[in-house]
């Protein structure tokens, strides 16, 4: 099983361009998550869609959109890219969005921009 | 509102040698506990968990943790540890009643454990 897909692995922008990172997971999960990871900052949440046709801020969306595609795929947006955006980008995803259930997460996405 | 503090940054450790990753958290509810390991270039993935029952879980690769309630901590740890466990390392906590919209899981920042030959 593939689990959860990302895609492209790497990127590099310069300031103002656009672009949008893919995931796309075949488990059958309800919720999916986009995260950035930096370093000594931990994982932190950018948006989140709970099911189908839902997407909620989390705690660092300036800068982002999101689209809920379908059950499968969640895209995350970056409309103009700037320096602060450099990070390593995580799609993850949960059967449920319930508190006992385990996040299973992509392979990561790292974005430079320039 | 819930927090997870991993106490160490960096925690390194000769091969064969113990090592004990601590992680205290905060939350106004009863909470679900996860300990997530990232290897190099790579996503993360659940290490163990604690939902309820025993508070000493045991997780792949050897590697167990306690929960201490009154002490609000969730501490990991192998009795020897192998070059293979060099990754990072992160706790994180998820309210006992969150769920849909509500649901959020909370990481702490992570402690990279470099075992050395």
């Known amino acids: 099983n593939a689990g959860v897909t990302q895609t492209p692995k790497f990127q590099v922008l310069k300031t103002g361009q656009s672009m949008t990172l893919q995931c796309a997971q075949d488990?059958?999960?309800?919720?999916m998550y986009w995260y950035r990871q930096d370093p000594g900052m931990g994982l932190r949440l950018i948006y989140y869609?709970?099911?189908?046709?839902?997407?909620d801020k989390g705690e660092v969306p300036n800068g982002y959109n999101v689209s809920r595609l379908n059950k499968r795929e969640f895209s995350l947006r970056l409309e103009s890219a700037a320096p602060s955006q450099t990070s390593v980008y995580f799609c993850?995803?949960?059967?449920?969005?319930?508190?006992?259930?385990?996040?299973?997460f992509g392979a990561g996405s790292r974005l430079t921009v320039l | 509102a819930q927090s997870v503090t991993q106490l160490d940054s960096q925690v390194p450790v000769f091969e064969e040698a113990p090592v004990e990753l601590r992680c205290n958290y905060s939350?106004?509810?009863?909470?679900?506990l996860f300990w997530y390991v990232q290897y190099p270039n790579q996503g993360l993935q659940l290490l163990l968990k604690?939902?309820?029952?025993?508070?000493l879980v045991k997780g792949i690769n050897g590697f167990e943790a306690e929960f201490n309630k009154s002490q609000t901590s969730f501490h990991l740890r192998k009795p020897s540890v192998h070059i293979s466990d060099t990754a990072e390392y992160f706790c994180?906590?998820?309210?006992?009643?969150?769920?849909?919209?509500?649901?959020?899981?909370?990481f702490g920042k992570g402690t990279l454990l470099t075992v050395n030959p």
């Open positions: 604690y939902l309820s029952g025993s508070t």
């Open positions: 939350s106004s509810v009863s909470v679900y």
């Open positions: 994180a906590v998820s309210a006992f009643n969150s769920g849909g919209s509500n649901y959020k899981l909370t």
């Open positions: 869609s709970a099911s189908e046709g839902t997407t």
């Open positions: 488990m059958n999960h309800n919720s």
């Open positions: 993850a995803s949960i059967r449920g969005a319930s508190g006992a259930n385990v996040l299973t």
